[in-house]
């Protein structure tokens, strides 16, 4: 038996980054990942997404540029070469991951780890025995149950980018982000997509304007959207909705993830109403010596988060200062155009705050820039607590969006006043022409 400060139970963002900063502070630490070192991030979430969308962008960039007096026409995309692009890279991430946590001197296992009622960890014949347990196993797609699903090689945010070739028609059941952002990748690419939406609407928790300018663009791109639809029937050609027949060569389900909880089951551990593990403010599970970190905990898709979650835990164990300080979380869509976003929506700002809520909504013009390109670069819309004189949400379309939301999201997180960061976007984002239009 061998025994360790921390095991750390999947190496994906949340418990890869744990065990790097538990060796680093002094800590005996086993990680044990089952399968590809780095998790989701790495194989197949954002590197991906991102990698594609950046195709799919130079696409959109080539057409735009006969608005400026260039005639060019293209395409012929190598998709084999897009992926080994994606597979090269993600290949060497995790083989520098793999490094750098021995580096650190934490004991890399791989294998299923499994528990037993003495709170051995085992995989395969060898225990480990663990002062404290760190859970970091993530999420695994949601599966709905459709008839005939059984018999279609559907593919999921698992797989998705293991394809062997573009779809030459893509049917995505959901409508979420995913679906979304999958749809801005492959149409500029030359598939045809379909999304299908049980809901009244695409994106039904991003703000309106959002949702607006998204679908305006994803029509542009020819993507197909059939929303408040319930399918009937799924073949390995065809998706039944209503009296609707749609023809496919692959399916893609886009419907969310789930906790993966076989170890808190196991251990009994308390659960939230939407399935994650509960938790305390330090990562403590409803047993104070076993953590949970990432998505296994929390709904919230993001890999920074899964980080953070790992630090504060490490810190608790270590008796440092541990709360998660801030909780500007900055969010972007890969999309065209760029979308970003922090805090509340000005839906859920209501919900919460009721008449207290205002919007403020403004052009981002980048000065110069736009004045040579002669359209706004970007808007941007502020999510204003009136009472308080604080930003509580903010969100960003067009080009920039990311860089303008960080921004601001910086202002809230050093605590300026609603006034300090009018006065930056005026003058730092060149706006000091435009009219504001308080919602
Ligand atoms: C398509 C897609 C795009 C995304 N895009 C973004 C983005 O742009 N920005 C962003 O911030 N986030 C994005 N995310 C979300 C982000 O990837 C996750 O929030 C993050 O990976 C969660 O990290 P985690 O450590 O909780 O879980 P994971 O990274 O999933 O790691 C969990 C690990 O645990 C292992 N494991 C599970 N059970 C066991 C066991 N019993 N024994 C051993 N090992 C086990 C798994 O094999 C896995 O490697 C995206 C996700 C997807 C699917």
């Known amino acids: 038996m061998q025994n360790y400060d921390v095991v750390i139970i999947g190496a994906g963002s949340g418990g890869a980054s744990a065990a790097m900063y538990a060796a680093k502070n002094g800590l005996r630490v086993a990680l044990i990942e089952e399968d590809k070192w780095g998790g989701t991030t790495i194989h197949c979430g954002s590197i991906h997404a991102r990698m594609l969308q950046k195709h799919a962008k130079i696409v959109y960039e080539v057409k735009k540029a006969s608005e400026w007096g260039f005639e060019i026409s293209v395409f012929d995309l190598d998709y084999e070469r897009l992926r080994n692009r994606m597979q090269s890279t993600a290949i060497a991430q995790t083989n520098k991951l793999y490094t750098m946590l021995q ?61 062997e070739e573009l779809p030459k ?107 994650t593990i509960f938790v305390n403010e330090f990562f403590q599970t409803s047993q104070p010596k076993i953590y949970a970190i990432g998505q296994v905990c929390n709904s919230r898709q993001f890999s920074k988060t899964a980080y953070s979650n790992g630090i504060v835990a490490v810190n608790h164990i270590l008796q440092k200062p541990a709360k998660e300080t801030n909780d500007v979380l900055v969010r972007s869509l890969n999309t065209i155009p760029d979308v970003a976003s922090f805090g509340l929506t000005e839906e859920q700002a209501i919900q919460a705050y009721g008449d207290n809520v205002t919007s403020i909504k403004l052009p981002i013009h980048y000065a110069v820039d736009g004045l040579i390109e002669d359209y706004t670069k970007c808007i941007l819309k502020l999510i204003v607590h009136k009472e308080f004189d604080e930003i509580i949400g903010a969100m960003a379309i067009g080009e920039y969006a990311l860089q303008v939301i960080e921004q601001i999201a910086m202002i809230v997180r050093l605590e300026g006043s609603l006034e300090e960061a009018l006065a930056y976007i005026d003058v730092e984002l060149g706006n000091y022409m435009q009219q504001r239009k308080i919602v």
Not at 123 to 131: L, P, R
Not at 197 to 215: F, G, M, S, T, V
Request: hydrophobic share 40%; aromatic share 4%; net charge negative.
């Open 169 to 275: 028609k893509l049917t995505i059941i959901g409508g979420g982000l995913t679906a979304v952002e999958t749809a801005f990748s492959l149409a500029p690419l030359g598939t045809e997509v379909t999304i299908i939406e049980k809901n009244e609407d695409i994106l039904i928790d991003e703000d309106p304007e959002i949702r607006y300018q998204l679908k305006k663009q994803l029509a542009q791109l020819d993507v197909m959207m059939q929303v408040n639809q319930q399918i009937t029937e799924v073949t390995p050609e065809h998706i039944m909705i209503e009296d609707l027949l749609i023809s496919h060569d692959q399916v893609f389900i886009a419907c969310g993830r789930q906790a993966r909880t076989e170890i808190a089951d196991f251990l009994a551990l308390k659960k939230q109403q939407e399935g």
């Open 103 to 163: 580096e650190v001197g934490v004991t890399c296992i791989q294998g299923t780890a499994t528990i037993d009622e003495q709170l051995i960890v085992h995989v395969e014949s060898e225990g480990f025995q663990a002062t404290n347990l760190i859970i970091a196993t993530g999420s695994q797609p949601l599966i709905p149950e459709i008839l005939g699903l059984e018999s279609v090689d559907y593919l999921t945010t698992n797989t998705i980018y293991e394809l």
